[in-house]
């Protein structure tokens, strides 16, 4: 708890396989690191705990870890559930390193199929997809009402699938919490579908700081060519405007197709235009990936921009608790 100088202390509750073993750990932990990121990449928990006297257990693989951090005057936050999948102990002195992710994409919606889309909706392909699997959809209204002409999917399976139909729309495929999730980048929804409220952060905030900006390669445009088979033609879609665009290798199979895929990749060209990095030396449980964000205190160029964060990496160990942002300028 906070004293009367105002010091707040940093605080944790792990859950193994239903059980709290908080108090069996404290006093043990070394490190505690959780990283969040948008997308399919899978969430990760490394926690590192001394084994001195040789009395710690080691948990079984697969086991699921509950996580919770924080801070103790303000209330911990759940991080969800980690699955347990490399265990190490090592010494001396002697110590066991526990390495947990979230559920993998990868491991998820198993199995080929082949099927024809034709005259439907995103929100449709998606919600079909989500219900074949037991997930809720998660579907972004920006995409939900998107009508696709005709797209297949051969031999393929519906993992593949929905990642290369979010490829095609700049859009986030994940299956995250027993949810799919299918949104616009930058939307800033939440695994549940809940609006993510903009952050605003200060100079004061902040303990380290790394601001990036390149133009080597800015592209004011994208170009993706496609087959008009009606002419025997291959034609161009544009994105952008100016004169200086990047072309792309694959050739669609329709104007629809190759000016969608244009777009979205516009849309990750000029949010690459600009990074930051910040490590806030008090610890924020509350901050996830797609959380817009407003700086202020910084140079011109930072203040202004509307910033997108696209990963967290929250520590706790003897120092505190720190959270690391890496953000994104977000697309227009």
Request: proline share 4%.
């Amino acid at each position: 708890m906070s004293n009367a100088n105002g010091y707040h202390r940093p605080g944790y509750r792990i859950t193994l396989d239903g059980q709290d073993i908080t108090p069996r750990i404290n006093g043990r932990l070394i490190n505690l690191r959780i990283t969040s990121q948008r997308g399919g990449e899978a969430d990760q928990l490394d926690i590192s705990l001394t084994d001195h006297d040789g009395r710690l257990a080691l948990p079984p693989h697969g086991a699921p870890l509950s996580v919770a951090i924080g801070w103790q005057d303000e209330g911990l936050i759940d991080r969800g559930v980690f699955i347990v999948d490399e265990v190490e102990h090592s010494g001396s002195p002697d110590r066991v390193t526990i390495r947990a992710r979230a559920a993998d994409m990868r491991n998820l919606l198993p199995g080929k199929r082949s099927q024809s889309w034709h005259g439907i909706t995103i929100a449709e392909i998606v919600d079909t997809i989500a219900k074949r699997h037991d997930l809720t959809p998660i579907i972004g209204d920006t995409l939900a009402g998107i009508r696709i002409g005709h797209i297949d999917q051969t031999d393929e399976s519906d993992l593949n699938f929905i990642t290369r139909l979010g490829q095609r729309f700049d859009a986030i495929a994940a299956v995250k919490s027993e949810r799919m999730l299918f949104t616009l980048a930058g939307e800033a929804l939440t695994a549940s579908g809940i609006a993510l409220p903009r952050v605003t952060l200060t100079r004061r905030d902040g303990d380290q700081h790394r601001y990036s900006r390149t133009d080597r390669d800015s592209y004011t445009g994208v170009r993706a060519h496609w087959n008009d088979t009606a002419g025997s033609k291959r034609k161009t879609a544009i994105a952008g405007t100016g004169d200086k665009f990047k072309d792309l290798r694959d050739t669609y199979a329709t104007e629809a197709d190759a000016l969608d895929a244009a777009k979205a990749e516009l849309r990750r060209v000029q949010r690459g235009k600009a990074t930051f990095e910040l490590t806030l030396a008090h610890g924020r449980a509350d901050l996830m990936p797609e959380t817009p964000l407003t700086l202020t205190g910084w140079k011109a160029d930072i203040d202004t921009a509307e910033w997108l964060i696209t990963e967290v990496e929250d520590s706790l160990d003897d120092n505190g608790y720190l959270s690391r942002l890496r953000c994104e300028v977000k697309s227009p």
